[in-house]
């Protein structure tokens, strides 16, 4: 039997307010993201961090699987209160703990609340958007939370080089508050409950029967575990070659660009010219070559490897809005357990990452990392290839 989908309707004025609470989100969590791996660096002495990220997404991946029981019982509205609430707590206790294992422990903690908070807002977001203008909503989203984190990498590394991370954890905190007060007065009345009780496996069985779903999950992956590796291994790379905490963020500033300018144009185009599947081929092949180039910078000048970061960044972005894009057309706001195991793709490549990334840097320097990330890079053009594009405006004359 085909259940229709239900009626959706566009809410400009929460969408608009969701995009506030989502800068807030991407502030604060930039401020803390780019330098988690040195705190755990710092915290137990050893550049092997992995483990702890690999961990932190293992506990998420399980959490996520089951997420849309929670929302069933409690409501998506109050979910990404609990998980907003959550954070603000372990902030206030990183606050007051020296790097530590305790640290570690409260630090890999905040890390799996934080996607909760993320996964929980998606779908509340989903619940005013409408399929048709999905590029274009989600091209703004993304570009307003990119916003957030375009600014974060400066931020964190001026406050990390004057205060230290007791002075990253407050900054957070403060904006935590704000998302949380934010969240209560426009969220409050759109707590719909997922009324469907599906297992585990019949979520699988569900997906598994909607092959550009699984196609585009790849493509998902793929993304994510480009962004494990970049994001746990570039910033102790670059500390150990010598760059101070200064000029690295300013490389991370100019690398984040992308993500701002490009998205809500290409999400513009995807719906009303192109679809999605042919830029999105462009972009896996931008970002494979570009990380693979990495490889073969070492300690060369800052403007060399802003470039080089910024054209990583350009396929990154592209293929973060084509990707959500794509997906969010081929879903609505019922379907919570599909939207939440398309998530799933994060967790899952953060543990093949670092599973991977523990074992080959066992034997080889770091920089092999970003040959592994380039090689898993391009084994998402089959998939991009035999994606059923989306039609746009144009091609269906509306």
């Known amino acids: 039997m085909v259940i229709a989908k239900h009626q959706e309707n566009l809410d400009e004025n929460r969408l608009l307010l969701s995009g506030f609470v989502t800068f807030l989100i991407g502030f604060?969590?930039?401020?803390?993201?780019?330098?988690?791996?040195?705190?755990?660096?710092?915290?137990?002495?050893?550049?092997?961090?992995?483990?702890?990220?690999?961990?932190?997404?293992?506990?998420?991946?399980?959490i996520l699987l089951n997420l849309h029981k929670l929302v069933r019982l409690?409501?998506?509205?109050?979910?990404?209160?609990?998980?907003?609430?959550?954070?603000?707590?372990?902030?206030?206790?990183?606050?007051?703990?020296?790097?530590?294992?305790?640290?570690?422990?409260?630090?890999?903690?905040?890390?799996?609340?934080?996607?909760?908070?993320?996964?929980?807002?998606?779908?509340?977001?989903?619940s005013f958007s409408v399929d048709n203008k999905s590029g274009r909503i989600r091209g703004l989203h993304l570009m307003i939370l990119n916003a957030g984190f375009w600014f974060g990498p400066f931020a964190s590394t001026y406050i990390l080089d004057k205060i230290g991370f007791d002075g990253i954890f407050i900054f957070s905190?403060?904006?935590?508050?704000?998302?949380?007060?934010?969240?209560?007065?426009?969220?409050?009345?759109?707590?719909?409950?997922?009324?469907q009780k599906l297992k585990i496996l019949d979520v699988f069985k569900k997906v598994l029967a909607?092959?550009?779903?699984?196609?585009?999950?790849?493509?998902?992956?793929?993304l994510e575990f480009f962004y494990a590796l970049m994001t746990i291994y570039t910033p102790i790379y670059l500390r150990d070659l010598g760059y101070?905490?200064?000029?690295?963020?300013?490389?991370?500033?100019?690398?984040?660009?992308?993500f701002v300018l490009l998205q809500y144009p290409m999400g513009i185009l995807a719906d009303k010219k192109f679809g999605e599947k042919e830029f999105l081929i462009f972009a896996i092949l931008i970002m494979a070559i570009s990380t693979i180039a990495i490889y073969f910078i070492g300690s060369g000048s800052v403007v060399i490897?802003?470039?080089?970061?910024?054209?990583?960044?350009?396929?990154?972005?592209?293929?973060?809005?084509?990707?959500?894009?794509?997906?969010?057309?081929?879903?609505?706001?019922?379907?919570?357990?599909?939207?939440?195991?398309?998530?799933?793709?994060?967790?899952?490549?953060?543990?093949?990452?670092?599973?991977?990334?523990?074992?080959?840097?066992?034997?080889?320097?770091?920089?092999?990392?970003?040959?592994?990330?380039?090689?898993?890079?391009?084994?998402?053009?089959?998939?991009?290839?035999?994606?059923?594009?989306?039609?746009?405006?144009?091609?269906?004359?509306?």
Request: hydrophobic share 55%.
């Open 210 to 222: 909607k092959k550009d779903i699984l196609r585009i999950y790849y493509v998902s992956f793929v």
């Open 28 to 62: 604060s969590q930039a401020v803390s993201i780019y330098v988690m791996s040195s705190y755990f660096k710092l915290a137990t002495g050893t550049e092997s961090v992995g483990i702890f990220y690999g961990v932190s997404y293992l506990v998420f991946l399980v």
């Open 74 to 126: 409690f409501g998506k509205a109050n979910v990404f209160y609990f998980s907003v609430l959550s954070n603000v707590i372990i902030l206030t206790l990183l606050t007051f703990t020296n790097p530590s294992m305790t640290g570690v422990l409260l630090l890999m903690l905040f890390i799996i609340i934080s996607h909760i908070e993320w996964v929980a807002l998606d779908v509340i977001v989903e």
């Open 305 to 398: 490897w802003a470039v080089v970061l910024f054209a990583t960044r350009i396929g990154a972005a592209l293929i973060e809005i084509l990707r959500d894009s794509y997906f969010f057309k081929k879903v609505d706001a019922f379907d919570v357990d599909i939207i939440n195991f398309f998530r799933t793709s994060l967790p899952v490549a953060y543990i093949a990452a670092t599973t991977f990334s523990s074992f080959i840097l066992f034997f080889l320097p770091i920089k092999f990392a970003f040959v592994l990330t380039g090689i898993i890079v391009l084994s998402a053009l089959y998939p991009a290839s035999k994606l059923v594009d989306n039609k746009s405006e144009k091609e269906i004359g509306a």
């Open 173 to 195: 905190l403060i904006f935590n508050c704000f998302v949380f007060i934010f969240g209560i007065i426009g969220f409050r009345n759109i707590n719909h409950k997922f009324e």
């Open 244 to 258: 101070s905490w200064e000029s690295i963020g300013l490389i991370f500033t100019i690398m984040l660009a992308p």
